[in-house]
């Protein structure tokens, strides 16, 4: 009796059908929708009688006691990174040595109160859309709208970039003396540059993704499912890819003007001291956002495994997709190292290739090496699940 072949196997779904191989991808990256699993939380307290706008002021509740407490113990963890921070500035006699953390009264009142404001804000939008989702809809787990950028992310956006350009007409229009000056105008423009373009990574990360991965030929099995469902999630959101493009861009520019200014090591590494801690919580941001969808890994993995895809296929998918969101964050980071190179180059009259020579590539690779073994490792350790779990979705 002849074999089955292995690229159509079906399973029962949990709607009692026939799933089909060719539809694994959307099957994986349903959870990555509004309709997730605690969508269906949220349909079941309003089929229970609760109403929308009791709901909406209980999860933002639930939000703001997380940013609280959240808060309260990043505390005694800021003095720790104060005094991290302050004795590299005594290296570098920014401050005396020995010197500790002097906190004002209103300060600790003042970063709480920012941070639960943050939290609350961010958490409007997607608390309002978890009440307006139908019930049946969100049981279902149908899949939901595309991600849209609010209208004060763009407005901040259009304004930092309007920023960066204006710096950069002011530096070529000669205005700016001095090459360690005009340097330090070009980094504030990329780092202006930086906040425009991240601020709606819609429009900048998902093209890109979208771009080099249709530049990879691929028809293995798992490289087919990675790729469609990194693209469907993009769609959804890029909080994947998101911190660990601001990480290795921070870096390039960083690295840009370092290659490009001869004799302004000291002011440069004391910037490399300042962005130390924003390059620390980008990093630990990137692994943070990957280990709270674990839940939902899991689940797409069982929903994999069902479809007939063996441990094997499953491991080399999550693989995959770790890599493509790495990948993507790397590129980011490769545009604004060339561009930084160029531009720096420019304003301090150095020749292109003497500051692509100075460029400290062992640090560059190890960086890209880092961020690829970070995310193929978090999206691998977030991402195992038996079968049986495909019961519960």
Same mark, same amino acid.
């Given at each position: 009796?002849?074999?089955?072949?292995?690229?159509?196997?079906?399973?029962?779904?949990?709607?009692?059908?026939?799933?089909?191989?060719?539809?694994?991808?959307?099957?994986?990256?349903?959870?990555?929708?509004?309709?997730?699993?605690?969508?269906?939380?949220?349909?079941?307290?309003?089929?229970?009688?609760?109403?929308?706008?009791?709901?909406?002021?209980?999860?933002?509740?639930?939000?703001?006691?997380?940013?609280?407490?959240?808060?309260?113990?990043?505390?005694?963890?800021?003095?720790?990174?104060?005094?991290?921070?302050?004795?590299?500035?005594?290296?570098?006699?920014?401050?005396?040595?020995?010197?500790?953390?002097?906190?004002?009264?209103?300060?600790?009142?003042?970063?709480?109160?920012?941070? *639960?404001?943050?939290?609350?804000?961010?958490?409007?939008?997607?608390?309002?859309?978890?009440?307006?989702?139908?019930?049946?809809?969100?049981?279902?787990?149908?899949?939901?709208?595309?991600?849209?950028?609010?209208?004060?992310?763009?407005?901040?956006?259009?304004?930092?970039?309007?920023?960066?350009?204006?710096?950069?007409?002011?530096?070529?229009?000669?205005?700016?003396?001095?090459?360690?000056?005009?340097?330090?105008?070009?980094?504030?423009?990329?780092?202006?540059?930086?906040?425009?373009?991240?601020?709606?990574?819609?429009?900048?990360?998902?093209?890109?993704?979208?771009?080099?991965?249709?530049?990879?030929?691929?028809?293995?099995?798992?490289?087919?499912?990675?790729?469609?469902? #990194?693209?469907?999630?993009?769609?959804?959101?890029?909080?994947?890819?998101?911190?660990?493009?601001?990480?290795?861009?921070?870096?390039?520019?960083?690295?840009?003007?370092?290659?490009?200014?001869?004799?302004?090591?000291?002011?440069?590494?004391?910037?490399?001291?300042?962005?130390?801690?924003?390059?620390? *919580?980008?990093?630990?941001?990137?692994? #943070?956002?990957?280990?709270?969808?674990?839940?939902?890994?899991?689940?797409?993995?069982?929903?994999?495994?069902?479809?007939?895809?063996?441990?094997?296929?499953?491991?080399?998918?999550?693989?995959?997709?770790?890599?493509?969101?790495?990948?993507?964050?790397?590129?980011?980071?490769?545009?604004?190292?060339?561009?930084?190179?160029?531009?720096?180059?420019?304003?301090?009259?150095?020749?292109?290739?003497?500051?692509?020579?100075?460029?400290?590539?062992?640090?560059?690779?190890?960086?890209?090496?880092?961020? *690829?073994?970070?995310?193929?490792?978090?999206?691998?350790?977030?991402?195992?699940?038996?079968?049986?779990?495909?019961?519960?979705?």
């Amino acid at each position: 009796m002849p074999r089955r072949s292995p690229r159509r196997p079906s399973a029962a779904g949990s709607g009692g059908g026939a799933a089909s191989w060719r539809r694994s991808p959307s099957a994986r990256s349903s959870s990555t929708t509004r309709c997730t699993w605690r969508s269906r939380e949220h349909a079941l307290w309003l089929l229970t009688g609760m109403r929308p706008h009791q709901l909406r002021r209980v999860l933002r509740g639930q939000i703001l006691a997380l940013a609280l407490l959240a808060g309260i113990l990043a505390v005694p963890l800021s003095y720790l990174s104060a005094w991290a921070v302050l004795w590299q500035w005594a290296q570098l006699g920014l401050v005396p040595v020995g010197q500790g953390p002097i906190l004002a009264g209103g300060q600790i009142p003042l970063v709480l109160g920012l941070t *639960v404001l943050m939290a609350v804000w961010g958490a409007a939008g997607p608390t309002r859309r978890a009440t307006t989702v139908p019930e049946m809809a969100a049981l279902r787990e149908s899949a939901g709208g595309r991600a849209r950028n609010g209208w004060l992310k763009i407005l901040v956006s259009v304004v930092a970039l309007g920023g960066a350009i204006a710096i950069l007409m002011t530096v070529l229009s000669g205005a700016v003396s001095g090459p360690e000056e005009r340097v330090g105008a070009v980094m504030s423009a990329c780092l202006l540059l930086i906040l425009a373009l991240l601020l709606v990574p819609g429009w900048t990360l998902r093209p890109l993704l979208h771009a080099w991965t249709a530049l990879v030929p691929s028809r293995a099995v798992a490289g087919c499912l990675a790729r469609a469902n #990194c693209r469907f999630s993009s769609a959804r959101s890029l909080t994947m890819i998101t911190p660990f493009a601001v990480a290795t861009s921070l870096v390039a520019v960083l690295d840009g003007g370092i290659s490009a200014v001869a004799g302004a090591e000291g002011s440069l590494a004391e910037l490399a001291v300042v962005l130390g801690p924003p390059l620390a *919580v980008a990093w630990c941001g990137g692994v #943070c956002v990957i280990a709270m969808v674990r839940r939902d890994r899991e689940r797409d993995d069982a929903l994999l495994a069902v479809a007939g895809g063996g441990p094997g296929l499953r491991r080399a998918t999550a693989a995959l997709e770790g890599l493509v969101y790495a990948l993507t964050a790397v590129l980011f980071g490769a545009i604004f190292l060339i561009g930084s190179v160029l531009l720096m180059s420019s304003a301090a009259g150095m020749p292109v290739s003497t500051a692509m020579g100075n460029l400290p590539w062992t640090h560059l690779e190890v960086l890209a090496l880092a961020t *690829v073994a970070t995310s193929v490792g978090a999206v691998l350790w977030t991402g195992r699940a038996e079968p049986r779990l495909a019961a519960a979705g």
